[in-house]
């Protein structure tokens, strides 16, 4: 059954972030913060993971914040409002844990993580939790959804490494701040690897800071999604093995071998280069034909 975009547009001013709106009836009832879908644009397509970034139960959609970095994403944010997705597979992965919690939590964003986090921030504080949010992004520009995440946090931090918008550094910065000055129950971080690897350094408690329990958001490279074909596999630090799709994606941060995971993230790189390279000529050779037919 073919999913129709029902909304789409630019986020930021970079050009390579949308949001989009998707109308998948049975998919938006069931949907909750920490769930993911698997598209697949058309039958040549190769199957890529985004996480539901919102959902809408009475108008049947679920919201998708895809950033353009290889072949898929930019097949996908070539589509137009009215075009049809061939499939959407979903919602996978594990609902985040819901409680209150006697401290603050801290939900840490960085670059296209932010997405995730409105979700995750809007229903552990619908659950009566304080939220504290951290958004991080290489410049301004590349800021997203700053208002939406506002109106679900108790107080908003803004990093940009430029300086272009608020403090002028990364998200390690405010939070070595906030878990000195106070307790805190929880920590979320969502975004690049190499981001929540320094926030897990930062609260596990070996650098003269509080420990502080810290949920990270894997986003390994995932094929089925259902736990068969072991593409996200990571390892933990006790020398066991995980699978991100059906044991996460959100894991205790605490746990994860990143320096691992980062070496297993770059194994395609070569083939996704030529693979973006193809699909680049193809899109030339398709707009040479058209001007020429016309
Ligand atoms: C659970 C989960 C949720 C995600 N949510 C989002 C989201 O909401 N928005 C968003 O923009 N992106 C999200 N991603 C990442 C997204 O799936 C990849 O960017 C996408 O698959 C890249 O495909 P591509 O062909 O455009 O680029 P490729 O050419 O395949 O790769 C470009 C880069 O993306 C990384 N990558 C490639 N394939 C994957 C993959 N299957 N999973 C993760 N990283 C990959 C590679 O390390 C590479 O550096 C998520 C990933 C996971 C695992
Ligand atoms: S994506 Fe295949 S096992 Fe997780």
Known sequence: MPYEILEKFELGNSGTIFEMVLKTPLIAKKAYAGNFIIVRVNETGERIPLTIADYDRKKESITLIIQVVGKSTKLLCNLRVGDKILDVVGPLGNRIHIEKYEHPIVVIGGGIGIAPCYIQAKELREAGNKIITILGARSKGLLIWKDRMNSVSDELIITTNDGSEGIQGVVTDPLKKIIQEKKISLVIAIGPLVMMKYVVLTTNGSGGLPRVKTVVSLN?????????????RFSTLDGGVQFACVDGPDVDGHIVDFDNLLKRA?????????????????????EKHKREVT
């Open 220 to 232: 390994t490279i995932m094929i089925d999604g259902t736990g068969m074909c072991g593409s996200c």
């Open 266 to 286: 770059n194994r395609f790189l070569e083939q996704e280069k030529h693979s973006l390279e193809c699909y680049d000529e193809e899109c030339r050779a398709l």
